[in-house]
């Protein structure tokens, strides 16, 4: 890492866009002192998961919202795209002759929003079932995202969210619960059945 981080460096003296060079450098450089802090046991893994779920909720209740209101909610200072449904450019789906637009979250697409929002539920559920943290909180956080996640309306988020959980649930000694479990797949499989009509219109 410290080698692949020294090379970045050397690129800045040669970089064209030396701005743009110099953003990724410090990107790198952030998760890098994240590591580290988690390596040295400086910050326990358990808090800054607890932290990320916080922050997929928050940006799950945002694009909630974004799908309600069809547009964005202005919060441009958290790194919300500028969008709406009347917009060209924008991810939305077909649906009774409209055009829907699909949540964004913070992310600038409604698929890297679902991807996050698969790790907070996933890492949701684990800390419910360890225990780790309060169960009402994470049920929430659970909630919001699962929410939000149905309105980004990315199939390879659901599929991912199924597949993920189906993996925790045959590798780990203890079940899910189950009212989580049953409702978290229940509604992706409804959603896969669902989507590829949506998609046609449903004329």
Same mark, same amino acid.
Request: proline content about 2%; overall charge positive.
């Given at each position: 890492?410290?080698?692949?981080?020294?090379?970045?460096?050397? $690129?800045?003296?040669?970089?064209?866009?030396?701005?743009?060079?110099?953003?990724?450098?410090?990107?790198?450089? +952030?998760?890098?002192?994240?590591?580290?802090?988690?390596? #040295?046991?400086? !910050?326990?893994? +358990?808090?800054?998961?607890?932290?990320?779920?916080?922050?997929?909720?928050?940006?799950?209740?945002?694009?909630?919202?974004?799908?309600?209101?069809?547009? $964005?909610?202005?919060?441009?200072?958290?790194? +919300?795209?500028?969008?709406?449904?009347?917009?060209?450019?924008?991810?939305?789906?077909?649906?009774? #002759?409209?055009?829907?637009?699909? $949540?964004?979250?913070?992310?600038?697409?409604?698929?890297?929003? #679902?991807?996050?929002?698969?790790?907070?539920?996933?890492?949701?559920?684990?800390?419910?079932?360890? +225990?780790?943290?309060?169960?009402?909180?994470?049920?929430?956080?659970?909630?919001?995202?699962?929410?939000?996640?149905?309105?980004?309306?990315?199939?390879?988020?659901?599929?991912?969210?199924?597949?993920?959980?189906?993996?925790?649930?045959?590798?780990?000694?203890?079940?899910?619960?189950?009212?989580?479990?049953?409702?978290?797949?229940?509604?992706?499989?409804?959603?896969?059945?669902?989507?590829?009509? !949506?998609?046609?219109?449903?004329?």
């Amino acid at each position: 890492l410290m080698t692949f981080l020294f090379t970045m460096v050397l $690129s800045l003296v040669v970089s064209v866009d030396f701005t743009n060079s110099l953003f990724y450098f410090l990107r790198f450089s +952030e998760f890098l002192v994240v590591y580290f802090l988690i390596v #040295g046991d400086v !910050v326990k893994l +358990e808090k800054l998961l607890l932290c990320f779920i916080a922050a997929m909720s928050v940006a799950s209740l945002i694009g909630i919202l974004q799908y309600v209101f069809q547009s $964005s909610l202005g919060l441009k200072f958290l790194g +919300e795209p500028l969008i709406n449904s009347a917009m060209t450019g924008v991810a939305k789906f077909h649906v009774l #002759g409209s055009d829907l637009l699909r $949540s964004y979250g913070t992310f600038p697409h409604p698929n890297l929003f #679902g991807a996050y929002l698969v790790l907070a539920i996933l890492f949701s559920v684990s800390f419910v079932r360890k +225990e780790i943290f309060s169960k009402k909180a994470l049920f929430l956080a659970i909630g919001l995202c699962s929410l939000a996640l149905v309105f980004t309306f990315s199939r390879g988020a659901f599929l991912a969210l199924f597949i993920g959980l189906m993996a925790s649930f045959f590798i780990s000694k203890t079940k899910f619960p189950r009212n989580t479990s049953l409702i978290v797949s229940s509604l992706l499989i409804l959603l896969l059945l669902i989507r590829p009509a !949506v998609d046609q219109g449903l004329q």
